[in-house]
C-alpha cells in the first residue's frame, strides 16, 4: 500500500498544483482499468505485488547520459553522451561523478571532424571499457557518406585512453562477451532513414572484436547480417543494440527497422584468427502485435494531455515490434525486447498484406532464444499504468516508448526492467513465465511532468541492474540525468 499511497499523492500534488479538483475522467481511468479509487498502478497479483521500485537519488548536470554501463561489482558506471564519458560511483544511496573524459581529435574516424559517442562496455575484470564512436561530420551525412566509425578502450578508474580499433560504419551498441575474449558493435550504418526502399543502401553488420591480446591490441573482423527471415528492407539490416549470452556462446542483436533480431553462435574455443565465415548467423521476424490504447493527438494536446485522459478514447492498433533494447535472460533460453516501434509511418511497411499503423507497440516482447518463437508480450498494461498514473506519452507515435531494457534474478523470479522514453519512467515486469508477463510496479524517474501537460524532460535511454544491491540506473539524455532506483522486495 505504500508504493499505492505514493503514487495516489502525485496524483493529488499535481491537481492541486493546478488549483483543480481531481477530474471525473481520471476516476473514469481508474475504474477502467481496474483500479479502484485511490489506487495509482495497474492491479497485480497478490503474489507479485510486494516488489516495487523506489528512485534514492538522481544526478543531474551531466554532459551526455545517453547510455550506460555497470561494472560487475556494481560499484562503478559509465555514462556517454555527446564527446563526454563519465565515470560515476553508485553508492547505497547517492550517486557521484569520480571523472570524465572528452572525445579529441586523435579519436575521431578516419576521414571524419566530428564524432559522437555511442555505445559503452566494461570488462569482466573491470579494468577497461570500450566506446563507440559514430561520424557525425556534416559533410558526410549531407551526402549519405558517413565513414566506418572506430572503438576507443579506456583504463578504469583513469579513463586514460589504451588503444583504438576501427569498425563498422555507424557503431551504435557496444557488448563485452562475459569471458573477456572478444566485444561485439552493433554497426547500424542507418544512412538515409526516410529512404530505406533503396536498394542501393549499404547493410549494416555486426563487428566482433578480439580481445584476447589486451585492449591496446584490438582487431575486429565484419560480420554480414543474411537477409532471410527479415520482413522489412532484408537488403538494408540495421542492428541497432547487442548483448552476449552470460556463457559467451552466442550474440543478439535487434534489427530495429527491420522487425527482426539476429542471433550469432559464437565459436568454442574461439579461433586463433577471427573471420566473418566462423560465425553462424540467423535471423526472426518479431511479427505484429494489436493493442488498445490512445493513439490521437499529440503529447499534451487534445486527448493526449496527461491531466485529462480517458480510456473511452483508446482504439486498437496493430503495429511491428521494431525493438530498440534486447536482454538475454541469465540462463540463456529467452531474449527479451522492448518494443518501441519506428518507422511505419515514414516508409508505409505493409507485413504480410496487413497494414501497419505508426502509433507503436507498446510493449515488451520474449521470445525463445534458439527458435526465436514469440512466447509472450506485456500487452496494453505498460500504457495503462502510465495513463493511470498521469505521465506524458505521444499517443499518436509510438505511445510511452519502451526503449532499452535489462534482465535480473531476484529470489527466483526472472524481472525485466524497462525505460519508459516518452514517459520519464521505468517499469517493472516479472517474465519468470513468458507466457503470462505482470507488470510489478511503474517507478516514475521525473515526478515534474506527472499531469503536468508537458512531454517528457528526462527522456530515459539507458538502464542497467546491479545483481547485488538489487539496484537500477537509468541513463536519461534530455535531462542530462542518471538515477539510481531501489528494487524492494518482502
Known amino acids: 500500500m505504500e508504493q499505492n499511497s505514493r503514487n495516489l499523492k502525485c496524483l493529488l500534488m499535481s491537481a492541486l498544483r493546478f488549483m483543480q479538483p481531481i477530474n471525473p475522467k481520471a476516476l473514469f481511468i481508474l475504474a477502467l482499468v481496474g483500479l479502484p479509487f485511490g489506487i495509482g498502478v495497474p492491479r497485480v497479483s497478490a503474489e507479485n505485488a510486494p516488489i516495487r521500485g523506489e528512485v534514492l537519488f538522481t544526478l543531474t548536470g551531466l554532459a551526455g547520459a545517453e547510455m550506460l554501463a555497470v561494472s560487475n561489482d556494481g560499484q562503478h558506471a559509465l555514462v556517454v553522451g555527446g564527446e563526454t564519458v563519465t565515470l560515476v560511483s553508485i553508492g547505497e544511496d547517492k550517486l557521484t561523478v569520480k571523472g570524465t573524459w572528452v572525445l579529441t581529435e586523435a579519436f575521431l574516424p578516419t576521414g571524419s571532424t566530428a564524432a559522437e559517442l555511442t555505445g559503452v562496455a566494461i570488462s569482466p575484470d573491470g579494468d577497461f571499457a570500450l566506446v563507440g564512436v559514430r561520424d557525425v561530420d556534416e559533410a558526410n551525412s549531407a551526402t549519405f557518406s558517413e565513414v566506418p566509425g572506430k572503438v576507443v578502450a579506456l583504463a578504469l578508474p583513469t579513463l586514460a585512453p589504451l588503444g583504438q580499433v576501427t569498425v563498422g560504419r555507424g557503431p551504435d551498441s557496444v557488448a563485452i562477451a562475459p569471458n573477456g575474449q572478444f566485444a561485439v558493435v552493433a554497426n547500424e ?12 543502401n549499404r547493410p549494416g553488420t555486426i563487428s566482433m572484436i578480439d580481445l584476447r591480446h589486451g585492449a591496446h591490441r584490438m582487431s575486429q573482423v565484419e560480420i554480414p547480417i543474411p537477409a532471410e527471415n527479415i520482413p522489412f528492407f532484408p537488403h538494408d539490416p540495421q542492428p541497432e543494440t547487442v548483448r552476449v549470452a552470460e556463457d559467451s556462446s552466442f550474440v ?26 566462423l560465425f553462424a548467423v540467423q535471423t526472426f521476424d518479431l511479427g505484429l502485435r494489436t493493442g488498445l490504447g490512445l493513439t490521437q493527438d499529440r503529447v499534451g494536446t487534445g486527448n493526449c494531455r496527461s491531466s485529462l485522459y480517458d480510456l473511452s478514447l483508446r482504439q486498437e492498433f496493430t503495429s511491428a515490434r521494431e525493438p530498440d533494447g534486447i536482454a538475454i535472460t541469465p540462463d540463456g533460453r529467452f531474449f527479451v525486447t522492448a518494443d518501441e516501434d519506428n518507422l511505419t509511418s515514414v516508409n508505409s511497411q505493409s507485413y504480410e498484406g496487413v497494414e501497419i499503423s505508426p502509433h507503436g507497440s507498446r510493449s515488451i516482447s520474449v521470445f525463445d532464444a534458439n527458435t526465436g518463437e514469440l512466447l509472450g508480450d506485456s500487452g496494453n498494461s505498460i500504457e495503462d499504468s502510465i495513463l493511470a498514473l498521469g505521465l506524458p506519452q505521444r499517443c499518436n507515435s509510438k505511445g510511452p516508448e519502451p526503449e532499452v531494457v535489462a534482465v535480473g534474478v531476484i529470489n527466483g523470479r526472472t524481472l525485466a526492467f524497462v525505460a519508459i522514453e516518452r514517459s520519464d519512467a521505468m517499469t517493472i515486469h516479472d517474465i519468470s513465465d513468458p507466457t503470462n508477463i505482470q507488470l510489478l510496479d511503474t517507478v516514475i524517474l521525473n515526478p515534474d511532468v506527472v499531469g503536468s501537460d508537458q512531454a517528457a524532460g528526462f527522456e530515459p535511454e539507458g538502464i542497467e541492474f546491479i545483481p547485488a544491491t538489487n539496484q537500477v540506473v537509468v541513463s536519461s539524455p534530455e535531462g542530462g540525468a542518471m538515477s539510481l532506483v531501489q528494487v524492494k522486495i518482502p
Open 189 to 200: 550504418d542507418e544512412e538515409n532513414e526516410e529512404d530505406l526502399l533503396n536498394p542501393e
Open 252 to 277: 543478439v542483436a535487434t534489427l530495429q527497422e527491420n522487425n527482426a533480431v539476429a542471433r550469432i553462435d559464437i565459436p568454442s574455443p574461439l579461433p586463433r584468427t577471427l573471420t566473418p565465415d
